[in-house]
C-alpha cells in the first residue's frame, strides 16, 4: 500500500520524478545512506508527532536530533513521537518507510 499510493501521488503530481527502488533495505538512516553511498545527514528522514490534537510530519536531515524545548517554542505546545500503530494508521506507511508523499491523511508536514 505504501509504495502504491507514492506511486500514485507522483504519477498525478510529478510524473518526471523516478522513483527508485532498491533491492537492500532502507529502512533506517544508517542504511539507506548505506545502501545510497551518501552520508547519513544526505538523507532525509520524516518523524511523525502529535501535538495536542494534531498529527505534523517533521522532515530533517537524516543525522538531526529534535530539541525539544526549540519544538515546543516552534509549535506552542510538547510533542511526543506516535506508535507504530498510530504512524501507520494516520500516514499510510510503515515505521521505517514513512515519507510525505501518498499519505493516508492530509497532514501539515514541516
Keep these: 500500500m505504501s509504495l502504491e499510493s507514492v506511486r500514485h501521488f507522483f504519477a498525478e503530481h510529478a510524473p518526471d520524478i523516478d522513483i527508485i527502488e532498491m533491492p537492500e533495505s532502507t529502512a533506517t538512516?544508517?542504511?539507506?545512506?548505506?545502501?545510497?553511498g551518501v552520508q547519513p545527514g544526505q538523507i532525509a528522514k520524516t518523524l511523525s508527532l502529535k501535538v495536542k490534537d494534531a498529527i505534523v510530519l517533521i522532515v530533517t536531515r537524516g543525522d538531526a536530533r529534535l530539541d525539544n524545548r526549540k519544538l515546543k517554542a516552534a509549535l506552542?505546545?510538547?510533542?511526543?513521537m506516535l506508535s507504530v500503530d498510530e504512524v501507520v494508521n494516520w500516514t499510510g506507511h510503515p515505521v521505517g518507510g514513512v515519507c510525505p508523499f501518498g499519505l493516508e491523511n492530509p497532514l501539515t508536514i514541516y
Design 29 to 36: 538512516v544508517e542504511l539507506a545512506a548505506r545502501v545510497h
Design 76 to 80: 506552542g505546545a510538547k510533542a511526543r
